[in-house]
């Protein structure tokens, strides 16, 4: 496999992981101003995602074995790179594309367009804003390659120059003016909040949750590795980490469901519990706890050998649930006799219950 391959999969791949990670605090933004996630929002994620991702690992990686290369000197000269395009005598046009002069200018300028575009497109911001955080993003990328990757290196396994530093802004710039036609910049959205609960929002809330559950019992996991391996000098106990993985998310879920009546995810996407009978609130928590997340991290847990396909099972049907049932309230929720409203207009009906 070539080395632009292997950077594009790792581009995918890491930029897909962070788009993920990132689902969560975007989630909880846009449902609360706007009340809604439209899956454009979602792809614009992945993309954005993806490009940051490919940013480094094209100017970054593959990374040499040290003593492997030759230093790379420091190019301070400003239009240095430019300078050594020349119009051709004969071909025109594709004469002009073979010339790797040409390319080197024009590929460090493409390279940012899209900068630009999601400079507008995700923060919302113009011109200025994307021209001064290409700047930022472009300097950040030649000291790190100038520096031999912070003084992980003795050299520069890299050039780092001035040219591609005004390249790139040009190009943020370039970007955000083409996407000028395509995305407006404007405030909040004039529509009003949504007040039913949509099937897209819960499947939403449902996979913050388990975004929550894997982050969190992947930290518990790294953590306890590096306590047992690197300051106790132990070997890492197996059961003891799947049980920390499991118990430590369904314990913090847990605390959220009994105090508010909804789990993290539902809290994300500004999802509001509701009980037709305020005696048994605190019995209904229970049941919706033990019938939604409580099978999920028992399973879990159960080393069994049929465990991962009851697990599975048991997930697919819980999503099922949330199609048919009013509110889409799910399995959990018709067992405990909660219902769901969405954002502020659950607080009125919390109030006349």
Same mark, same amino acid.
């Given at each position: 496999?070539?080395?632009?391959?292997?950077?594009?999969?790792?581009?995918?791949?890491?930029?897909?992981?962070?788009?993920?990670?990132?689902?969560?605090?975007t989630a909880a933004v846009r449902y609360r101003r706007h009340g809604r996630l %439209?899956?454009?929002?979602?792809?614009?994620?992945? +993309?954005?995602?993806?490009?940051?991702?490919?940013?480094?690992?094209?100017?970054?990686?593959?990374?040499?074995?040290?003593?492997?290369?030759?230093?790379?000197?420091?190019?301070?000269?400003?239009?240095?790179? $430019?300078?050594?395009?020349?119009? %051709?005598?004969?071909?025109?046009?594709?004469?002009?594309l073979r010339q790797p002069a040409f390319l080197q200018v024009a590929l460090n300028?493409?390279?940012?367009?899209?900068?630009?575009?999601?400079?507008?497109? $995700?923060?919302?911001?113009?011109?200025?804003?994307?021209?001064?955080?290409?700047?930022?993003? &472009?300097?950040?990328?030649?000291?790190?390659?100038? @520096?031999? !990757?912070?003084?992980?290196?003795?050299?520069?396994?890299? !050039?780092?120059?001035?040219?591609?530093?005004?390249?790139?802004?040009? =190009?943020?710039?370039?970007?955000?003016?083409?996407?000028?036609?395509?995305?407006?910049? &404007? =405030?909040?959205?004039?529509?009003?909040?949504? &007040?039913?609960?949509?099937?897209?929002?819960?499947?939403?809330?449902?996979?913050?949750? *388990?975004?929550?559950?894997?982050?969190?019992?992947?930290?518990? *996991?790294?953590?306890?590795?590096?306590?047992?391996?690197?300051?106790?000098?132990?070997?890492?106990?197996?059961?003891?980490?799947?049980?920390?993985?499991?118990? $430590?998310?369904?314990?913090?879920?847990?605390?959220?469901?009994?105090?508010?009546?909804?789990?993290?995810?539902?809290?994300?996407?500004? !999802?509001?519990?509701?009980?037709?009978?305020?005696?048994?609130?605190?019995?209904?928590?229970?049941?919706?706890?033990?019938?939604?997340?409580?099978?999920?991290?028992?399973?879990?847990?159960?080393?069994?050998?049929?465990?991962?396909?009851?697990?599975?099972?048991?997930?697919?049907?819980?999503?099922?649930?949330?199609?048919? @049932?009013?509110?889409?309230?799910?399995?959990?929720?018709?067992?405990?006799?909660?219902?769901?409203?969405?954002?502020?207009? +659950?607080?009125?009906?919390?109030?006349?219950?």
């Amino acid at each position: 496999m070539s080395d632009q391959a292997l950077n594009a999969l790792v581009a995918i791949g890491l930029g897909s992981v962070v788009a993920v990670l990132l689902l969560v605090p975007t989630a909880a933004v846009r449902y609360r101003r706007h009340g809604r996630l %439209p899956p454009a929002e979602l792809l614009v994620l992945l +993309a954005a995602a993806v490009y940051g991702l490919a940013l480094w690992t094209y100017t970054l990686l593959p990374l040499p074995d040290p003593g492997s290369f030759v230093c790379r000197p420091t190019q301070l000269d400003p239009f240095t790179s $430019v300078g050594r395009v020349s119009l %051709p005598e004969s071909g025109g046009v594709r004469a002009l594309l073979r010339q790797p002069a040409f390319l080197q200018v024009a590929l460090n300028v493409l390279l940012f367009v899209p900068f630009g575009f999601f400079v507008r497109r $995700v923060l919302r911001r113009g011109v200025l804003v994307a021209g001064l955080l290409g700047l930022l993003a &472009s300097a950040l990328i030649e000291t790190t390659q100038g @520096t031999g !990757l912070w003084g992980f290196y003795d050299c520069a396994y890299r !050039l780092l120059d001035v040219d591609d530093l005004l390249l790139n802004t040009l =190009g943020a710039v370039l970007g955000s003016l083409a996407s000028w036609a395509l995305v407006r910049r &404007s =405030g909040p959205e004039a529509r009003p909040l949504p &007040s039913r609960v949509t099937w897209g929002r819960r499947l939403v809330g449902m996979a913050c949750d *388990a975004v929550f559950v894997v982050a969190v019992g992947a930290a518990v *996991a790294l953590g306890l590795r590096v306590v047992h391996v690197y300051v106790l000098d132990l070997p890492t106990w197996r059961d003891l980490q799947v049980l920390l993985q499991w118990s $430590v998310p369904f314990a913090l879920e847990a605390v959220l469901v009994l105090g508010s009546g909804r789990t993290v995810g539902e809290w994300v996407v500004s !999802l509001h519990t509701r009980s037709r009978r305020r005696w048994l609130l605190v019995p209904q928590r229970v049941v919706k706890l033990a019938a939604g997340l409580g099978p999920v991290f028992a399973l879990g847990l159960a080393d069994l050998p049929w465990g991962g396909a009851a697990l599975a099972a048991y997930l697919a049907l819980t999503l099922l649930a949330t199609g048919p @049932t009013r509110e889409h309230r799910g399995l959990s929720h018709v067992l405990a006799g909660l219902d769901l409203r969405a954002g502020a207009s +659950a607080r009125p009906a919390e109030r006349a219950s």
